[in-house]
């Protein structure tokens, strides 16, 4: 078993930025692939970046230039660098894991078993 713990979000004008955080805790020897995800009222749910154990990276064209993922193995704790925020970026945050590698292409909420509670994110305008 995982648990994810988000931390971070917050209400920032359009053009701030904003740091998340995700703690890991438990059984997380195998967690090979880690995402985040947002939802916004109405909407589905989205992928927004996701992180394979290598480092390697990938991004929804929405966010890419703007956010950065990454992840600190030492600590269990991923992190999302969100930059230039505009008000269609207001949403709940959840992070997320799976064992085995990321797969290709933007990160897809089916793939992902562990998720987080959710942190909310506001971008005014």
């Known amino acids: 078993q995982v648990q994810l713990v988000e931390s971070g979000g917050g209400s920032v004008q359009a053009g701030g930025s904003l740091r998340l955080s995700c703690a890991a805790f438990g059984y997380t020897y195998s967690i090979y692939c880690m995402g985040w995800f947002r939802q916004a009222p109405g909407k589905e749910r989205e992928g927004v970046a996701d992180i394979d154990s290598d480092g390697s990276t990938s991004y929804a064209d929405s966010v890419k230039g703007r956010f950065t993922i990454s992840q600190d193995n030492a600590k269990n704790t991923l992190y999302l660098q969100m930059n230039s925020l505009k008000p269609e970026d207001t949403a709940m945050y959840y992070c997320?894991?799976?064992?085995?590698?990321?797969?290709?292409?933007?990160?897809?909420?089916?793939?992902?078993?562990?998720w987080g509670q959710g942190t909310q994110v506001t971008v005014s305008s």
């Open positions: 997320a894991a799976h064992y085995g590698d990321c797969y290709s292409g933007s990160p897809l909420p089916g793939d992902f078993g562990y």
